[in-house]
Protein backbone atom coordinates (compact mmCIF):
# COMPACT_ATOMS: atom_id res chain seq x y z
CA UNK A 1 0.00 0.00 0.00
CA UNK A 2 1.57 3.20 -1.02
CA UNK A 3 0.17 4.95 1.77
CA UNK A 4 2.18 2.52 4.05
CA UNK A 5 5.72 4.58 5.45
CA UNK A 6 7.63 2.15 7.69
CA UNK A 7 9.40 3.35 10.20
CA UNK A 8 13.67 2.11 9.61
CA UNK A 9 16.79 3.00 10.83
CA UNK A 10 20.40 2.99 8.70
CA UNK A 11 20.43 -0.93 9.07
CA UNK A 12 17.13 -1.51 7.28
CA UNK A 13 18.41 0.77 4.03
CA UNK A 14 19.37 -2.04 2.06
CA UNK A 15 15.98 -3.77 2.21
CA UNK A 16 13.87 -0.53 1.53
CA UNK A 17 15.83 0.62 -1.75
CA UNK A 18 12.88 2.51 -3.84
CA UNK A 19 10.31 2.28 -0.56
CA UNK A 20 8.70 5.47 1.08
CA UNK A 21 10.18 5.19 4.79
CA UNK A 22 9.95 6.54 8.19
CA UNK A 23 13.14 7.78 9.71
CA UNK A 24 13.86 9.06 13.47
CA UNK A 25 17.27 10.39 13.67
CA UNK A 26 19.68 12.93 14.90
CA UNK A 27 20.97 16.01 12.75
CA UNK A 28 24.77 15.85 12.47
CA UNK A 29 25.78 17.57 9.44
CA UNK A 30 23.72 20.39 7.45
CA UNK A 31 24.69 21.44 4.19
CA UNK A 32 22.75 23.61 1.36
CA UNK A 33 21.00 20.71 -0.32
CA UNK A 34 22.07 17.56 1.97
CA UNK A 35 22.42 16.66 5.17
CA UNK A 36 23.73 13.89 7.16
CA UNK A 37 21.75 12.07 10.20
CA UNK A 38 22.51 9.51 12.95
CA UNK A 39 19.60 6.69 13.00
CA UNK A 40 21.56 3.96 14.49
CA UNK A 41 24.17 4.54 11.83
CA UNK A 42 24.58 7.65 9.33
CA UNK A 43 22.24 8.14 6.77
CA UNK A 44 23.20 10.92 3.93
CA UNK A 45 19.70 12.73 3.19
CA UNK A 46 18.78 14.69 -0.24
CA UNK A 47 17.09 17.87 0.97
CA UNK A 48 14.37 19.89 -0.89
CA UNK A 49 14.42 23.51 -0.32
CA UNK A 50 11.33 22.85 2.25
CA UNK A 51 13.50 21.13 4.97
CA UNK A 52 13.91 23.29 8.03
CA UNK A 53 16.08 21.01 9.89
CA UNK A 54 19.13 22.27 13.09
CA UNK A 55 21.98 20.01 14.22
CA UNK A 56 21.63 18.50 17.09
CA UNK A 57 17.91 18.18 17.09
CA UNK A 58 16.11 15.13 16.15
CA UNK A 59 14.13 14.47 13.09
CA UNK A 60 11.14 12.56 11.63
CA UNK A 61 11.30 12.31 8.02
CA UNK A 62 9.62 10.52 5.38
CA UNK A 63 11.87 9.88 2.10
CA UNK A 64 12.21 7.49 -0.81
CA UNK A 65 15.36 5.59 -0.49
CA UNK A 66 17.56 5.74 -3.36
CA UNK A 67 19.83 2.50 -5.18
CA UNK A 68 23.11 4.78 -3.59
CA UNK A 69 21.40 4.28 0.28
CA UNK A 70 20.99 7.98 0.18
CA UNK A 71 17.73 8.85 1.40
CA UNK A 72 15.26 11.75 -1.03
CA UNK A 73 13.68 13.68 1.36
CA UNK A 74 9.97 14.49 0.66
CA UNK A 75 8.81 15.63 3.91
CA UNK A 76 10.59 16.49 7.11
CA UNK A 77 9.73 17.65 10.89
CA UNK A 78 12.28 18.96 13.60
CA UNK A 79 11.44 17.24 16.61
CA UNK A 80 14.15 19.43 19.17
CA UNK A 81 16.17 17.78 21.35
CA UNK A 82 14.57 15.80 23.77
CA UNK A 83 14.26 12.45 21.59
CA UNK A 84 14.68 9.70 23.06
CA UNK A 85 16.72 7.32 20.14
CA UNK A 86 17.10 4.01 22.17
CA UNK A 87 12.94 3.99 21.79
CA UNK A 88 13.24 5.09 18.28
CA UNK A 89 15.42 2.18 17.76
CA UNK A 90 13.12 0.04 19.82
CA UNK A 91 10.13 1.17 17.79
CA UNK A 92 11.50 0.03 14.36
CA UNK A 93 12.98 -3.41 16.20
CA UNK A 94 8.98 -3.80 16.50
CA UNK A 95 8.15 -2.50 13.30
CA UNK A 96 9.87 -5.66 11.54
CA UNK A 97 9.64 -8.32 14.17
CA UNK A 98 5.69 -7.69 14.20
CA UNK A 99 5.18 -5.93 10.73
CA UNK A 100 1.64 -7.47 10.82
CA UNK A 101 0.64 -4.43 12.64
CA UNK A 102 3.01 -1.89 10.72
CA UNK A 103 3.26 -2.61 6.76
CA UNK A 104 2.72 -5.06 4.07
CA UNK A 105 4.68 -7.25 2.65
CA UNK B 1 1.01 13.50 27.73
CA UNK B 2 0.10 14.64 31.28
CA UNK B 3 -3.24 15.07 30.93
CA UNK B 4 -3.56 11.89 29.42
CA UNK B 5 -3.38 9.03 32.29
CA UNK B 6 -7.15 10.39 33.52
CA UNK B 7 -8.56 10.05 30.64
CA UNK B 8 -7.19 6.85 30.35
CA UNK B 9 -8.73 5.54 33.57
CA UNK B 10 -12.48 7.06 32.77
CA UNK B 11 -12.31 4.95 29.65
CA UNK B 12 -10.21 2.13 30.24
CA UNK B 13 -11.62 -1.09 31.60
CA UNK B 14 -11.08 -1.97 35.58
CA UNK B 15 -8.25 -4.18 34.16
CA UNK B 16 -6.22 -0.97 33.04
CA UNK B 17 -4.08 -1.51 36.52
CA UNK B 18 -4.00 -4.80 37.15
CA UNK B 19 -0.31 -5.40 36.11
CA UNK B 20 0.97 -2.32 37.82
CA UNK B 21 2.50 -1.53 34.79
CA UNK B 22 3.22 1.81 36.27
CA UNK B 23 1.50 4.97 37.20
CA UNK B 24 1.46 6.81 33.85
CA UNK B 25 1.76 4.20 31.34
CA UNK B 26 0.16 0.56 31.78
CA UNK B 27 0.12 -1.75 28.75
CA UNK B 28 -2.53 -4.00 29.49
CA UNK B 29 -5.29 -1.57 28.79
CA UNK B 30 -7.69 -4.25 26.48
CA UNK B 31 -7.21 -7.58 28.23
CA UNK B 32 -10.27 -8.48 27.71
CA UNK B 33 -8.36 -12.30 28.85
CA UNK B 34 -9.92 -11.63 32.59
CA UNK B 35 -6.34 -11.35 34.06
CA UNK B 36 -5.55 -14.28 32.48
CA UNK B 37 -8.47 -16.60 33.95
CA UNK B 38 -9.80 -17.30 30.70
CA UNK B 39 -7.78 -19.76 28.22
CA UNK B 40 -9.20 -18.56 25.35
CA UNK B 41 -9.75 -14.28 24.91
CA UNK B 42 -11.32 -14.78 22.19
CA UNK B 43 -14.73 -17.29 22.89
CA UNK B 44 -15.64 -15.15 26.12
CA UNK B 45 -14.54 -11.86 24.91
CA UNK B 46 -18.33 -11.15 24.43
CA UNK B 47 -20.07 -8.43 26.81
CA UNK B 48 -16.54 -7.28 27.88
CA UNK B 49 -15.70 -5.57 25.32
CA UNK B 50 -17.60 -2.54 26.41
CA UNK B 51 -15.54 -1.11 28.39
CA UNK B 52 -12.11 -1.32 27.09
CA UNK B 53 -9.65 1.24 26.07
CA UNK B 54 -7.34 -0.70 23.04
CA UNK B 55 -4.22 1.30 21.57
CA UNK B 56 -3.80 0.37 18.47
CA UNK B 57 -2.08 1.00 14.71
CA UNK B 58 -4.00 2.39 11.89
CA UNK B 59 -3.10 -0.68 9.90
CA UNK B 60 -5.16 -2.93 12.15
CA UNK B 61 -7.66 -0.37 12.96
CA UNK B 62 -8.13 -0.75 8.80
CA UNK B 63 -7.83 -4.42 8.96
CA UNK B 64 -10.74 -4.80 11.49
CA UNK B 65 -13.33 -7.58 11.26
CA UNK B 66 -17.38 -7.72 11.82
CA UNK B 67 -18.94 -11.30 11.71
CA UNK B 68 -22.33 -9.60 10.70
CA UNK B 69 -23.15 -6.02 9.44
CA UNK B 70 -23.69 -4.69 12.93
CA UNK B 71 -21.52 -6.76 14.64
CA UNK B 72 -18.70 -5.00 17.04
CA UNK B 73 -15.12 -5.06 14.99
CA UNK B 74 -12.62 -7.45 16.01
CA UNK B 75 -9.04 -6.83 16.30
CA UNK B 76 -6.76 -10.08 16.91
CA UNK B 77 -10.22 -12.04 17.42
CA UNK B 78 -11.13 -9.78 20.60
CA UNK B 79 -13.90 -7.09 20.50
CA UNK B 80 -13.30 -3.17 20.52
CA UNK B 81 -14.87 -0.49 21.64
CA UNK B 82 -12.84 2.28 22.57
CA UNK B 83 -9.30 2.56 20.46
CA UNK B 84 -6.71 5.14 20.96
CA UNK B 85 -3.85 5.74 18.48
CA UNK B 86 -1.01 8.41 17.22
CA UNK B 87 -0.67 9.92 14.21
CA UNK B 88 0.46 13.23 12.37
CA UNK B 89 -3.01 15.13 10.64
CA UNK B 90 -2.60 15.09 7.36
CA UNK B 91 -5.30 17.59 6.38
CA UNK B 92 -8.54 18.99 7.71
CA UNK B 93 -11.80 19.86 6.52
CA UNK B 94 -14.20 22.03 8.94
CA UNK B 95 -17.70 21.63 8.43
CA UNK B 96 -20.48 22.85 9.89
CA UNK B 97 -21.48 20.18 12.13
CA UNK B 98 -18.50 18.26 12.61
CA UNK B 99 -14.75 18.24 11.58
CA UNK B 100 -12.76 15.93 9.50
CA UNK B 101 -9.26 15.30 10.32
CA UNK B 102 -6.90 12.80 7.91
CA UNK B 103 -4.91 11.02 10.51
CA UNK B 104 -1.54 9.50 9.28
CA UNK B 105 0.73 6.89 11.34
CA UNK B 106 3.20 5.54 9.18
CA UNK B 107 0.99 2.29 9.30
CA UNK B 108 -1.67 3.91 7.11
CA UNK B 109 -4.32 6.44 6.94
CA UNK B 110 -7.74 7.16 8.24
CA UNK B 111 -10.74 9.55 8.77
CA UNK B 112 -11.37 11.04 12.12
CA UNK B 113 -14.58 13.21 12.49
CA UNK B 114 -15.19 15.12 15.36
CA UNK B 115 -18.42 16.40 16.32
CA UNK B 116 -18.18 20.25 16.60
CA UNK B 117 -19.29 22.21 19.90
CA UNK B 118 -21.83 24.53 18.38
CA UNK B 119 -20.58 26.79 20.98
CA UNK B 120 -17.19 26.57 19.78
CA UNK B 121 -17.83 27.13 15.95
CA UNK B 122 -15.18 28.65 14.03
CA UNK B 123 -12.22 29.29 16.56
CA UNK B 124 -9.84 28.25 14.01
CA UNK B 125 -8.34 25.57 16.91
CA UNK B 126 -8.80 22.30 14.40
CA UNK B 127 -6.29 24.25 11.74
CA UNK B 128 -3.71 24.89 14.00
CA UNK B 129 -3.33 20.61 14.13
CA UNK B 130 -2.84 20.58 11.17
CA UNK B 131 0.84 18.56 10.17
CA UNK B 132 0.96 17.88 14.29
CA UNK B 133 1.35 14.27 15.93
CA UNK B 134 -2.29 14.04 17.57
CA UNK B 135 -3.47 11.51 20.09
CA UNK B 136 -7.11 10.21 19.42
CA UNK B 137 -9.59 8.92 21.36
CA UNK B 138 -12.84 7.41 19.93
CA UNK B 139 -14.99 4.67 18.31
CA UNK B 140 -14.20 2.95 14.99
CA UNK B 141 -17.56 3.50 12.68
CA UNK B 142 -18.40 2.12 8.89
CA UNK B 143 -20.25 4.06 6.91
CA UNK B 144 -21.15 2.31 3.26
CA UNK B 145 -17.99 0.23 3.94
CA UNK B 146 -15.63 3.05 4.43
CA UNK B 147 -14.15 3.31 8.17
CA UNK B 148 -14.12 5.82 9.98
CA UNK B 149 -13.08 6.81 13.59
CA UNK B 150 -15.78 8.87 15.43
CA UNK B 151 -13.53 10.89 18.03
CA UNK B 152 -14.24 11.78 21.50
CA UNK B 153 -10.98 13.59 22.01
CA UNK B 154 -7.96 14.68 19.80
CA UNK B 155 -5.38 15.92 21.46
CA UNK B 156 -2.10 17.58 20.46
CA UNK B 157 1.26 15.44 21.08
CA UNK B 158 3.59 17.47 22.84
CA UNK B 159 6.27 15.04 23.32
CA UNK B 160 7.02 13.73 20.59
CA UNK B 161 8.30 10.38 22.62
CA UNK B 162 4.57 9.61 23.05
CA UNK B 163 4.23 8.78 19.69
CA UNK B 164 7.12 5.64 19.96
CA UNK B 165 5.60 5.34 23.13
CA UNK B 166 2.49 4.43 21.88
CA UNK B 167 3.44 2.13 18.99
CA UNK B 168 5.51 0.04 21.48
CA UNK B 169 1.74 -0.11 23.79
CA UNK B 170 -0.25 -1.08 20.79
CA UNK B 171 2.66 -3.97 20.02
CA UNK B 172 2.64 -4.69 23.33
CA UNK B 173 -1.34 -5.44 23.52
CA UNK B 174 -1.52 -6.95 20.31
CA UNK B 175 1.27 -9.62 22.12
CA UNK B 176 -0.27 -9.90 25.09
CA UNK B 177 -3.61 -10.50 23.55
CA UNK B 178 -2.61 -13.02 21.08
CA UNK B 179 -0.01 -14.99 22.88
CA UNK B 180 -1.15 -13.95 26.99
CA UNK B 181 0.33 -12.15 29.31
CA UNK B 182 4.42 -11.63 29.88
CA UNK B 183 5.98 -14.95 31.67
CA UNK B 184 6.43 -12.73 34.76
CA UNK B 185 3.10 -11.90 35.04
CA UNK B 186 1.28 -15.14 34.52
CA UNK B 187 -0.98 -16.00 37.57
CA UNK B 188 0.10 -17.39 40.88
CA UNK B 189 0.25 -21.12 41.41
CA UNK B 190 1.35 -21.77 37.68
CA UNK B 191 4.36 -23.34 38.38
CA UNK B 192 6.31 -21.69 35.38
CA UNK B 193 6.21 -18.11 36.74
CA UNK B 194 8.62 -19.65 39.74
CA UNK B 195 11.75 -19.81 37.75
CA UNK B 196 11.52 -16.51 36.34
CA UNK B 197 12.59 -14.20 39.96
CA UNK B 198 15.38 -12.73 39.35
CA UNK B 199 16.68 -13.53 42.40
CA UNK B 200 16.32 -17.09 41.56
CA UNK B 201 19.14 -18.32 40.97
CA UNK B 202 20.45 -17.14 44.76
CA UNK B 203 17.88 -19.05 46.26
CA UNK B 204 19.04 -21.84 47.93
CA UNK B 205 16.97 -24.93 46.71
CA UNK B 206 13.90 -25.98 49.03
CA UNK B 207 14.06 -22.85 51.09
CA UNK B 208 10.87 -21.44 48.77
CA UNK B 209 8.34 -23.70 47.94
CA UNK B 210 5.72 -21.99 45.64
CA UNK B 211 3.49 -24.29 45.44
CA UNK B 212 2.02 -24.03 48.71
CA UNK B 213 0.45 -20.33 47.08
CA UNK B 214 -2.08 -22.11 45.12
CA UNK B 215 -4.63 -21.32 48.32
CA UNK B 216 -4.38 -17.37 47.57
CA UNK B 217 -3.58 -17.87 43.90
CA UNK B 218 -6.95 -15.35 43.25
CA UNK B 219 -5.34 -12.48 45.55
CA UNK B 220 -1.69 -13.19 44.49
CA UNK B 221 -1.72 -12.87 40.84
CA UNK B 222 -1.71 -8.89 40.97
CA UNK B 223 1.32 -8.96 43.71
CA UNK B 224 4.96 -8.96 41.71
CA UNK B 225 7.31 -12.14 41.97
CA UNK B 226 9.01 -10.61 44.91
CA UNK B 227 5.81 -10.10 46.93
CA UNK B 228 4.80 -13.80 46.26
CA UNK B 229 8.03 -15.40 47.40
CA UNK B 230 7.78 -12.68 50.35
CA UNK B 231 4.43 -14.43 51.06
CA UNK B 232 5.55 -18.04 50.52
CA UNK B 233 8.16 -17.62 53.00
CA UNK B 234 6.02 -16.33 55.52
CA UNK B 235 3.71 -19.01 54.82
CA UNK B 236 5.93 -22.06 54.92
CA UNK B 237 8.21 -20.26 57.95
CA UNK B 238 6.37 -18.58 60.39
CA UNK B 239 6.58 -20.36 63.60
CA UNK B 240 3.39 -18.75 65.85
CA UNK B 241 0.29 -16.27 65.03
CA UNK B 242 2.88 -13.17 65.39
CA UNK B 243 4.06 -14.05 61.87
CA UNK B 244 6.96 -13.85 61.15
CA UNK B 245 10.36 -10.52 61.68
CA UNK B 246 11.20 -8.71 58.25
CA UNK B 247 15.10 -9.25 59.21
CA UNK B 248 13.90 -13.59 59.02
CA UNK B 249 11.83 -12.93 55.54
CA UNK B 250 15.00 -11.26 54.41
CA UNK B 251 17.11 -13.99 55.80
CA UNK B 252 15.22 -17.08 54.53
CA UNK B 253 14.32 -15.31 51.09
CA UNK B 254 17.85 -14.44 50.18
CA UNK B 255 16.24 -11.05 48.80
CA UNK B 256 17.65 -7.83 49.80
CA UNK B 257 16.48 -5.97 52.70
CA UNK B 258 14.79 -2.77 50.18
CA UNK B 259 12.85 -5.50 48.41
CA UNK B 260 11.93 -7.49 51.36
CA UNK B 261 10.27 -3.76 52.92
CA UNK B 262 8.82 -3.07 48.92
CA UNK B 263 7.09 -6.61 48.51
CA UNK B 264 5.64 -6.29 52.42
CA UNK B 265 4.46 -3.11 51.58
CA UNK B 266 2.73 -4.55 48.43
CA UNK B 267 1.31 -7.20 50.70
CA UNK B 268 0.19 -5.08 53.04
CA UNK B 269 -1.82 -2.96 50.39
CA UNK B 270 -3.36 -5.56 48.88
CA UNK B 271 -4.44 -7.29 52.45
CA UNK B 272 -2.42 -10.08 51.88
CA UNK B 273 -0.59 -9.87 55.08
CA UNK B 274 -0.73 -7.76 58.28
CA UNK B 275 1.32 -6.51 60.96
CA UNK B 276 1.14 -8.59 64.64
CA UNK B 277 3.44 -7.03 67.54
CA UNK B 278 4.77 -4.18 65.79
CA UNK B 279 5.22 -3.07 62.28
CA UNK B 280 8.45 -5.67 61.53
CA UNK B 281 5.94 -8.58 62.30
CA UNK B 282 4.26 -9.75 59.66
CA UNK B 283 1.88 -12.40 59.21
CA UNK B 284 -0.58 -14.09 56.65
CA UNK B 285 -4.17 -13.26 56.62
CA UNK B 286 -5.35 -16.63 56.57
Redesign the interface.
Known amino acids: ?S?????INARYLEKFVNHTV?I?GKVTELYGDSAKIDASGTINLILTRECHMTVGN?V?LVGKVQPTGDVKVLSS?D??P???YN??D??VD??HR?K?????V | MSQYPSDLKRYGGNNYDTYGGGGGGGFYTGSQGGGGTQASPGSEAKGRGANTLRPVTIKQILETTQELADAPFKIDGVEISYITFVGRVRSVAEQTTNNTYVIDDGTGTLDVKQWVDTDAVGDGSAQQLNGQYVRVLGQLKSFSNKKHVGSHKIQLVTDFNEVQYHLLEATATHLHLTRGPPEQFAPAGDGSAVATSAYGQNRGTGDVVMGGTADAGGRLSNVSQNARIVYSTIKKDAESSEGMHVNNIRIKSHLPRDVVAKAVEELLAAGIVYTTLDEYHVAVLD
Open positions: MEQTPRRVGEWLGDVDIAAVATYDLFYD
